[in-house]
């Protein structure tokens, strides 16, 4: 089972996940970046929440990633405006996940992810995927360790799902 940990990071708090979630799932990690470098003001909560609320996608780097070479991927990012971040819709508008398993897995400073958690898994199904894992987590609400704990449960309940799925064939 090849695995892919696809992520968007601002502030660093995603990039630290996804090194772990490659880790415990022995993943090849691919990061998204936006073509437009944003700056890390003010204005930011403004331009990038209007973005995020009103769905829009950001324009995205070409990433040295193919989807048919893994089986199954995650991808994870942080919550903008209570909803998935640009750069995530961007990813996933362009990407077939026909056939694949996937996670997803966002990072909030306190909102309610559950919303951002369903659209995403919608527009993923939408394409094809198979959405087996959501969740997301506070990073101001856990310290770094912890975070790492539960990015390694969350590690293990994606492999669980995984293996329920092939139980079922
Ligand atoms: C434009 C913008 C909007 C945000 N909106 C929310 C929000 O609605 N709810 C929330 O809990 N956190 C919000 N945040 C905080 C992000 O979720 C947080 O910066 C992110 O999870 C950290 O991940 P990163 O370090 O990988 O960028 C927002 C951050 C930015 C930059």
Redesign the pocket.
């Known amino acids: 089972m090849k695995t892919a940990v696809v992520y968007f990071?601002?502030?660093?708090?995603?990039?630290k996940i996804a090194s772990k979630l490659s880790e415990e799932l022995r993943g090849k990690i691919h990061r998204i970046q936006e073509i437009k470098q944003r700056k890390k003001g003010f204005a930011?909560?403004f331009t990038?929440?209007f973005q995020?609320i009103f769905g829009i996608s950001s324009k995205i780097k070409d990433m040295d990633f193919k989807i048919d070479d893994y089986d199954s991927l995650i991808l994870e990012?942080?919550?903008?405006?209570?909803l998935p971040c640009p750069a995530l819709n961007a990813f996933v508008e362009k990407t077939d996940f026909t056939g694949k398993k996937v996670g997803i897995f966002l990072?909030?400073?306190?909102?309610n992810a559950v919303v951002a958690l369903k659209k995403l898994s919608d527009k993923i199904e939408q394409r094809g995927g198979n959405c087996l894992v959501a969740d997301y987590y506070n990073?101001f609400k856990l310290s770094s360790e912890k975070m790492l704990d539960k990015t390694r449960e969350y590690a293990e309940h994606f492999k669980k799902s995984i293996k329920n799925i092939r139980g079922t064939k």
């Open positions: 990071s601002l502030f660093g708090a995603n990039e930011l909560y990038g929440g995020a990012g942080p919550l903008w405006g209570g990072t909030t400073t306190g909102g990073v």
